[in-house]
């Protein structure tokens, strides 16, 4: 049988309490993994009203600091009585073996190291392990609860409470569910390094191999022409040089004086695009003649607002921003927070205005420390934490964090958060620009 641990031996990690939650309605778990865990403790309670009594005590801050350890998670639960009770859930911990099986899996795609880093679980992952025999996911009955208040349910509304606190845990980061089956962040990226290593050491000496015997001559098929030029080993001709790039992108066809339009058709609307698809292209030729070209990805398509919102900041008329506003199905005021957002960083700021999203604790834990130990003043000032934002109290001005790694400044003006500037690495250096301002 696999080994349970406590709290307090090496690996464990302590959270702080998480404030109240907001809205009866509001779901303790956004991600599929923080869905799975709820999933797991509901269909093993023996009791529906203790649950909702431990949601209710989970949204009211009833739970305080969580520590999680390999194989449980423990915190104080306020109850009726002065002294919070000790709450505990056990979970089974994954054998050295099923551990072989899973970083195996993971070190195959860098993605699933990527989406772990950016706080996703890759459901690819989850599914690929359980039909290994490895369970990643918890399943009914895999949540051992247990509490020291005198309550025989299973669970009690205590450790209820925690097992739901958790799951707001899992949401933040999905290292939290690898170190309750056995094995904390740090353990495993330094495995992870280790296996890429051997990997990529393996994969070296086998092309040095392949290198050394030769390319081997294709045989050429009976009717087959490019068989021979394959067998003869030709170099191909080499590729002519692009064209130069131009100082600026042309304007296009002049269609709004034109004297005979055609039906139907907006010679103004033509004239933008036109203006448009040239300075596009004039920006791509640009990053194809760079000397990174190659080392850098093509950018993602845009959707349909984001395209608009390019637009509207590519070419800031007032014609124009009026025309976007009566057609994309947003109003004025967040076409106006989206252009400025765009012109900060793009797509990537437009996301940060539109979406938060939950960054992995490691990494807020990491930029926190940096914040306090680059401030020049003595102590920052005291933020609000919720999600990727970082609120300054006291101020109207605000932090997040994007998913490029980027901090972008936000402040608010008669209730709207407006984006302020650039972004920037480091949290400093954006706050205290903003607060300068």
Not at 87 to 114: G, H
Not at 124 to 136: K, M
Not at 145 to 155: A, K, R, V
Not at 334 to 361: C, F, I, K, M, Y
């Amino acid at each position: 049988m696999t080994r349970r641990s406590r709290p307090g031996e090496p690996g464990a990690r302590t959270f702080e309490a998480l404030p109240p939650a907001k809205g009866s309605r509001v779901p303790f778990a956004e991600s599929w993994w923080g869905r799975a865990w709820l999933r797991s403790l509901e269909e093993s309670s023996l009791d529906s009203g203790r649950l909702s009594r431990g949601r209710t005590y989970a949204r009211g801050g009833a739970v305080g600091p969580v520590t999680v350890a390999p194989g449980s998670a423990a915190a104080p639960v306020h109850g009726s009585r002065p002294t919070p009770y000790r709450s505990t859930v056990q979970v089974e911990q994954l054998t050295d073996r099923q551990w072989d099986q899973l970083l195996d899996m993971i070190a195959e795609r860098a993605a699933n190291i990527a989406a772990l880093l950016d706080g996703e679980m890759p459901a690819g992952l989850a599914d690929d392990a359980a039909a290994a025999g490895v369970p990643l996911l918890p399943g009914p009955r895999d949540l051992d609860p247990e509490c020291s208040c005198p309550d025989w349910g299973y669970p009690c509304k205590h450790a209820a409470a925690l097992c739901y606190q958790v799951a707001r845990l899992l949401d933040r980061d999905p290292f939290v569910l690898l170190l309750l089956r056995g094995r904390g962040e740090r353990e495993l990226m330094d495995e992870l390094g280790r296996r890429n290593t051997a990997r990529a050491a393996t994969e070296a000496a086998a092309s040095t191999a392949t290198a050394s015997a030769g390319p081997a001559a294709l045989p050429a098929r009976p009717g087959d022409p490019a068989g021979p030029a394959f067998s003869t080993r030709a170099a191909l001709p080499p590729l002519p040089d692009p064209p130069p790039l131009a100082d600026r992108p042309g304007r296009g066809p002049a269609l709004v004086d034109s004297a005979v339009p055609e039906p139907g058709v907006d010679p103004a609307a033509l004239e933008l695009l036109a203006a448009d698809a040239a300075t596009r292209a004039h920006h791509l030729l640009a990053g194809a003649l760079g000397a990174r070209h190659a080392d850098t990805a093509p950018p993602a398509p845009l959707t349909e607002w984001q395209d608009a919102v390019r637009l509207a900041a590519t070419h800031p008329t007032t014609e124009v921003f009026a025309r976007i506003a009566s057609n994309c199905g947003r109003t004025p005021g967040e076409l106006a927070a989206a252009t400025r957002a765009w012109r900060h960083g793009g797509a990537a700021s437009l996301d940060v205005l539109e979406t938060p999203w939950s960054p992995p604790a490691s990494r807020l834990e990491r930029d926190r420390e940096a914040l306090r130990a680059d401030w020049a003043d003595g102590r920052p000032p005291r933020l609000r934490s919720w999600r990727n934002r970082w609120t300054v109290e006291g101020h109207a001005a605000q932090l997040r964090l994007g998913r490029d790694g980027l901090w972008y400044p936000y402040t608010k003006d008669k209730g709207t958060w407006w984006p302020a500037g650039p972004p920037d690495a480091d949290p400093a250096v954006v706050l205290t620009a903003l607060l300068s301002t």
